[in-house]
């Protein structure tokens, strides 16, 4: 009895999940305005081809990628040593980082988003997706300090200890010994920075007002006074591609490592 | 802890990581800071105006009812969010493939791009093709998120809910599945029943966790912006005006001065939060 009621709830969580997600696949396989050789309402692959040949486009989903792929890089190299740091030693003041790291974890972006424009455009960093790159650094190197800190924590110190007496220098040890010990946690964090960073609105859009548009702000261009709901959402259905690719590599290690050290 | 040893050089450690934090957070912060004292034309032309703009928003009603209205909402999230995630969490299959489509399905809405999420739920009550749209209306009932408060509260709170119960799923569930076996079977020797394991056993267990939860969802869902903009855009009659849509709508008008001390005032608030969260957990710790 308990087991059918269990199979009953899950089954409505599925449901009230996924089911947002069906019409607007469904709406993606519609032909939802006029195009030459369909006719509207019919099933259709056109808002996918339409994608491709739109120039804007295609370019917004590289520029998006291009921008996570960098964050993620950067986020990785600088929290890799501070959460090594901060497992490892104790230090002047290694206690309050921890709140400085979680006050801009939580730093709403619409506060710092008028100085930041002010700041990159400066710095010459405007329209470009390595702007973007930077900024989301913001949220992501704090929530890939906790996450690797709890990874490298579980590490026993001998186990440095041993690389040290062979000789290997801290980056080497770090890159050659410590990344595949924790390769589950750099995985968490990867998937982390990805998801708050892929789907983040507010920097992205003051950062990219004329150029080097993200997929969300090409989504958002879209919408006109007649708008081809079925194209807008075909680009949502590719926008999730990467990051459900991503859910299914952590899979087991996403509810690891998110124990977080006041 | 004896894991670690004191050494001040791991700050040379901290250094790229702080460096990074200072440029996008740090500088920005203080500049902020240095605006909200300024009557700001264009950014060659301002005059100094001291604590004009906080006085003016301390003084004024409005500041108040925007922050009732944001506790309001983050009161309701977290009182649905938080005994629907961890029933979740413990309904959980302990099979390790079943255990993980699970996670993987309250995952999904999590990478979601923000802006796109008022879309997938506006496009389920479209008058003419919305799904759920269509079943309201077969069974009669008038469901009016654009001019009736009640039912814009209900929508924002079942999209934020669609959005990050993962989160709160995923935490619960991590710290479940830290608990150490010898508990349950200590419980079962005593005889326990199911509700003692959960008050005496798992609910003290995961304490930490769901705190570290409760501030992020405290957090975010206090600062909420694109998803509430997206779907009534503080309406109706301001009934859904939060905290962080006012100050979206005074920098959209270019009210600088007074938009950053808002800012400021924002920042203050969610530090003061943080803080109490600190607090509470170092507690849990002892």
Redesign the interface.
């Known amino acids: 009895m308990r087991g059918i009621l269990?199979t009953l709830?899950?089954l409505a969580?599925?449901v009230?999940?996924?089911?947002?997600?069906v019409?607007?696949i469904v709406?993606s396989l519609t032909v939802t305005l006029p195009h030459p050789g369909v006719t509207v309402g019919d099933w259709s692959l056109v808002n996918y081809r339409n994608i491709f040949a739109s120039p804007a486009l295609v370019a917004s989903l590289g520029n998006s990628l291009t921008y996570v792929t960098a964050n993620v890089v950067?986020t990785l190299?600088?929290?890799l040593?501070?959460a090594?740091?901060?497992?490892?030693?104790?230090?002047?003041g290694?206690r309050h980082?921890?709140?400085?790291?979680?006050?801009?974890r939580?730093?709403?972006?619409?506060?710092?988003?008028?100085?930041?424009f002010?700041?990159f455009a400066r710095l010459g960093l405007l329209n470009s997706p390595f702007g973007i790159a930077?900024?989301h650094?913001?949220f992501n190197?704090?929530i890939a300090?906790w996450i690797l800190e709890s990874f490298i924590?579980a590490v026993p110190?001998e186990f440095d200890e041993t690389a040290f007496l062979d000789g290997h220098s801290l980056p080497r040890f770090f890159v050659g010994h410590l990344l595949p010990v924790i390769a589950p946690g750099v995985g968490v964090a990867c998937f982390f920075c990805?998801?708050f960073s892929?789907?983040?609105?507010?920097f992205a859009r003051i950062l990219t007002s004329t150029g080097g548009k993200p997929?969300?702000m090409a989504?958002?261009a879209l919408f006109t006074f007649q708008t081809d709901?079925g194209l807008?959402?075909a680009m949502?259905v590719l926008?999730?591609v990467?990051?459900?690719a991503?859910?299914?590599f952590v899979?087991?290690h996403?509810?690891?490592?998110?124990?977080?050290?006041? | 802890m004896s894991n670690q040893r004191p050494d001040n050089r791991a700050w040379l450690l901290m250094l790229p990581a702080m460096s990074v934090l200072g440029i996008v957070g740090l500088v920005p912060l203080i500049a902020v800071f240095n605006y909200a004292f300024f009557d700001i034309f264009t950014l060659q032309s301002r005059f100094w105006v001291g604590t004009e703009w906080f006085a003016e928003l301390v003084g004024t009603p409005d500041l108040y009812a925007a922050l009732g209205r944001s506790l309001l909402f983050s009161a309701l999230v977290v009182l649905v969010q938080f005994p629907l995630g961890i029933a979740i969490a413990l309904m959980i299959p302990r099979g390790r493939l079943a255990g993980s489509l699970v996670l993987m399905l309250v995952a999904i809405p999590l990478v979601v791009p923000w802006n796109l999420i008022p879309m997938i739920w506006l496009n389920l009550l479209h008058p003419t093709y919305g799904t759920v749209a269509q079943m309201f209306d077969a069974i009669g009932f008038d469901f009016d998120y654009k001019f009736n408060a009640v039912h814009t509260y209900a929508l924002l709170v079942t999209v934020d809910t669609w959005h990050w119960i993962g989160l709160v799923v995923i935490l619960a569930y991590s710290g479940l599945s830290a608990i150490p076996p010898s508990y349950y079977q200590a419980a079962r020797i005593d005889g326990a029943s199911r509700a003692q394991v959960f008050w005496h056993i798992q609910l003290p267990k995961i304490r930490p966790v769901l705190l570290m939860a409760l501030l992020l969802r405290v957090i975010d869902s206090l600062m909420i912006y694109v998803e509430a903009f997206g779907i009534n855009a503080g309406g109706p009659m301001g009934a859904t005006a939060f905290l962080s849509l006012e100050l979206g709508e005074e920098i959209n008008a270019f009210n600088y001065g007074p938009a950053a001390a808002r800012s400021v005032l924002y920042f203050l608030l969610v530090l003061t939060v943080a803080w109490l969260f600190r607090v509470a957990m170092q507690r849990e710790v002892k």
Request: some cysteine.
């Open positions: 269990r709830a899950l969580l599925a009230f999940i996924i089911g947002p997600l019409q607007a709406l950067l190299s600088v929290a040593p501070a090594y740091a901060l497992s490892r030693y104790r230090f002047v290694d980082v921890f709140l400085l790291l979680l006050a801009f939580i730093t709403p972006p619409v506060v710092l988003s008028l100085p930041i002010l700041l930077l900024v650094c913001l190197i704090p300090i924590s110190r990805f998801i892929w789907v983040e609105v507010v997929i969300t989504i958002d709901i807008v959402m949502m926008s999730l990467p990051g459900v991503l859910i299914w899979r087991d996403i509810a690891r490592g998110f124990q977080l050290r006041a």
